[in-house]
């Protein structure tokens, strides 16, 4: 993967900071992005610059209008185009269908989906440009895996089952100026200490028996699939929603 600009969303920890540290190299341009966690993200940042990447940071809360868009304005002006759009930020909201409120949706649907469409809209003219324009969007299990044994999130679950329903809509949209897009949706997956979407303590082991290969995934593996997407060999696989979640069904 050689002189590139890629630009990921929510890279402070998880997923988007596994994936920085994955395709950082020489010739490699990356604008990462954190909702708040600026202190994380330039720890980020710093291994990135290490490998060899050059590096821009912006932090913004996606719900908020105008945010998304404006991200991308801020990686065109550092960079000049991109390559591949990771629309990797997003959360779950941990409220019961009784606890939780219109509100909560609509928050969710802002910070997963709006935020995906107007990034991608912004990003369309500069993908359009590039020699092989990649978006990917990560998705959720929680918007297809459905049982009483496991955490419910009634209150996201819809805005990851209507990002993957997007990636479709755009795969065929973009298609015609050869942009691949496509969805990586993750099971559990392990999470950093303390972070606002993980889970109590203790829960995690008891979620690691109900999943068939027996562990929860880590960050890297999902990482790797999306780099994958991403690079010179995926030019015929665009509108998937691929899962990466150890055999969780």
């Known amino acids: 993967m050689t002189e590139r600009t890629i ?8 997923i988007g900071a596994a ?28 291994n990135a610059e290490a490998a060899g990447a050059t590096v821009a940071t912006g932090l913004g809360d996606f719900a908020e209008d105008g945010i998304a868009e404006g991200l991308v304005g801020k990686c065109l002006s550092a960079f000049g185009g991109i390559d591949a759009l990771i629309a990797n930020a997003g959360f779950p909201i941990f409220k ?14 802002r910070g997963n989906l709006f935020s995906f469409f107007d990034m991608a809209r912004a ?4 993908l359009a440009r590039s020699e092989s324009g990649r978006v990917v969007a ?15 999130f009634p209150m996201s679950a819809a805005s990851k089952g209507a990002l993957e329903t997007a990636v479709r809509s755009l795969a065929v949209a973009f298609a015609k100026d050869g942009i691949t897009v496509n969805c990586v949706v993750p099971g559990f997956i392990a999470k950093d200490r303390d972070t606002s979407d993980s889970l109590p303590p203790g829960r ?33 696989v665009t509108g998937q929603a691929i899962h990466v979640n150890g055999g969780l069904i």
């Open 7 to 14: 630009l990921i969303t929510g890279a402070s920890s998880g």
């Open 19 to 46: 994936l920085a540290r994955r395709v950082a190299a020489p010739g490699i341009r990356l604008y990462l992005h954190a909702r708040r966690s600026e202190e994380a993200l330039q720890s980020v940042a710093a």
């Open 96 to 109: 019961s269908f009784a606890e939780g409120s219109a509100a909560d949706i609509d928050y969710a649907f």
């Open 123 to 126: 990003a369309h003219p500069a």
């Open 138 to 152: 990560v998705g959720s299990f929680t918007a297809s895996v459905f049982r009483t044994d496991l955490p419910q």
């Open 204 to 236: 995690m082991e008891e979620i690691e028996r109900l999943i068939p290969v027996g562990r929860v995934g880590q960050p890297a593996e999902v990482a790797a699939m999306i780099a994958f997407l991403i690079g010179p060999e995926t030019d015929y």
